[in-house]
Structure formats: C-alpha cells, structure tokens
C-alpha cells in the first residue's frame, strides 16, 4: 500500500527506518483468466480472456497482506447496460482507471485510521490525482513513472528538465550511489540509485494540519549488470534521506510474494466468477484467509528477546 514499520503498497494485476509510525502502502493490479477484459496476444500467440483487480497490500517489519481490492471494468464495459446488468454490476459503478481506483482505496484507508506514512507504487499510479491526495494527506510516495515523464526543477542551484530518461544520462558517474533495496533470495538486492532534489514546498499548502517542508523529487534506479533504468517520482519530509527511499521502493517486492502466496496457496486466480458479486466474494475470503496466514506466521515466529548483561555475583560479606 512501501519503521514501526508499516507501509502501504498499491499495485494492479507498497519499510523504512524511520519513526514507529512509518507504513508502506503499495497498490498494484494483477490479471488471471477470467471472461471480462481481452488482452492482447500474449506468450501464447493468442487472444485471451481475464479480469484485473487494483490491490493495496499493507506492509510491516511484522509481515504484509493485502488489506482492499478493486475490480477494474473496461470502458467498453461501463458503456454496456445489458453487459453490466448480465453481470450484477451495481449501476454506479461507472467507469473509474486504475489510478482513480487506488486514490479511492487511499481514502479508504485514511478513514479508517489505517497507521502508513509512506506508499508505493508502479508506474501506472504515479502521476495525477493519487499525488495531489497524498500530499494533501501528509503521506511520502515513491511512485514509478515512464522514461518519457517530464520533471522540472525550481528554487534549486542546478536547474533540471526534461524528460526523466533525459535527465539521466546527463549524470555524472560520482552521482550513482549502490544501495540495497532489501535482503533478497541470493542476497541484498543491490542497483545503483541517483538521486534528484526538485523543490522544496511548504505542507501548508496542501493541507493545514500538516507542518514542516517537504521535498519533490527524481528517483532513478540503474540495474547493475544491464544498466536498465527505472524511473519514480518521490514526496518525502526535508532531510529524508536516498537510503530510505530506497527501502521503501525496494518493498515492491512485499506485494509480488503477495500474489505468489495468494494464488498458490489460497487460489486467487482458481474461480470462474461470472458476475460483480462473485468476483468479490472470492477475491475477499482468499484475502482474510492470507491475512489469517499472516498473523499466524508472525506470532508463531516471535523476534528473539534482547540480549541482556548479567550482573555478577554480589560477593558475600565476611
């Protein structure tokens, strides 16, 4: 939905050491066969049949589930009464993207005092209204953009525009830094990070209730054996450093090993739901069962108690 350690990680088919209240939302969209949406021809050289969720998935030094979901209809759905009535979708529903649903599982979330401070997310989610509502909201962002976004610069002594791809092929070799995003099945994940400060604006300005300076910002990843870019664009208080954005983008992880889980495990992907309702029951008891799974495993894996120094021995009085 990305310290105490709690983020929020949003994604379609989001940890960091910082205070205790610190939380990774990350939203993402994940797709199985289904009978709703055509995708293009895929591996198989042929049309296929699916449906896409939006998924938010709470992430936690103590684990990760996901915690909302959000089925996307095409707009050739939406523009079809007889397809929508067929299917038992409420007449309300309408026609929403991808980032129109995840700015909704974000207020969903806030009203109900969900604890995050920090939200990830890919590419699709990373301009538009989810940005304005964040900001408005006090919450820090590493969200992924195209090559082709364009960023610029103000109030800064060394102006940058462009588009984001641009951009970096004009850094200089001293403005890589290699940090890890996180332990990974062969060891820490590493990629070299540039970091770029693009302004500085006061929270008020977004929200009253929120104090302080926050900086807007260029992310840029480069895989070290390839030197394939990826680009994000950040919100984060003044002084937080590239070590903690890199966590928190490095928790992308967090929701992929979600949909691993959740399909392997609880069968996801395992229903051949024919209307609104039943897309939704089945997507939200895999969901309770995974977050059942979740609690279990962390109470059955408590940490190690802290070592403490052992007093020696009062010597006895003669």
């Given amino acids: 939905m990305r310290c105490g350690r709690r983020r929020f990680e949003r994604s379609s088919s989001g940890y960091v050491r910082c205070s205790r209240k610190s939380v990774l939302l990350r939203m993402q969209a994940c797709s199985w066969k289904v009978f709703w949406e055509t995708n293009g021809a895929g591996s198989a050289g042929k049309i296929t049949n699916c449906q896409i969720g939006v998924f ?26 007889d397809r929508l009535e067929a299917a ?5 529903a309408g026609f929403a993207t991808k980032p129109k649903l995840a700015t909704r599982m974000i207020a969903r979330a806030i009203a109900a005092s969900v604890p995050f401070k920090w939200v990830a997310g890919d590419t ?9 509502r964040l900001r408005r909201a006090g919450k820090g962002y590493v969200l992924g953009v195209s090559s082709a976004h364009v960023f610029h610069s103000w109030g800064k002594r060394q102006p940058v525009a462009g588009k984001a791809e641009d951009i970096a092929r004009t850094r200089r070799s001293s403005d890589w830094k290699r940090l890890s995003a996180g332990a990974g099945t062969k060891g820490p994940r590493l990629h070299d990070w540039c970091y770029l400060e693009l302004a500085d604006l006061a929270a008020e300005e977004f929200d009253s209730a929120n104090q302080g300076l926050w900086t807007r910002g260029l992310l840029i990843r480069r895989h070290i ?23 928190v983008e490095g928790h992308r992880w967090a929701i992929e090993d979600s949909f691993e889980t959740a399909k392997n495990e609880f069968g996801l992907d395992h229903n051949e739901s024919r209307s609104w309702h039943g897309w939704h029951r089945h997507v939200s008891l895999v969901m309770l069962a995974f977050v059942m799974m979740a609690a279990i495993r962390h109470r059955a894996n408590p940490p190690p108690p802290k070592k403490t120094k052992r007093r020696p021995p009062a010597k006895a009085k003669a």
Avoid: M
């Fill in 56 to 81: 938010a998935a709470y992430v936690s030094r103590h684990g990760h589930a996901f915690i909302d979901r959000a089925l996307y209809l095409p707009k050739e759905w939406t523009d079809d009464p």
């Fill in 88 to 92: 038992y979708v409420p007449a309300d």
């Fill in 124 to 132: 699709v989610y990373g301009v538009g209204d989810l940005e304005q």
């Fill in 225 to 247: 054996a390839d030197g394939d870019l990826a680009f994000f664009t950040t919100w984060r208080p003044a002084g937080t450093s590239i070590e903690t954005l890199v966590v």
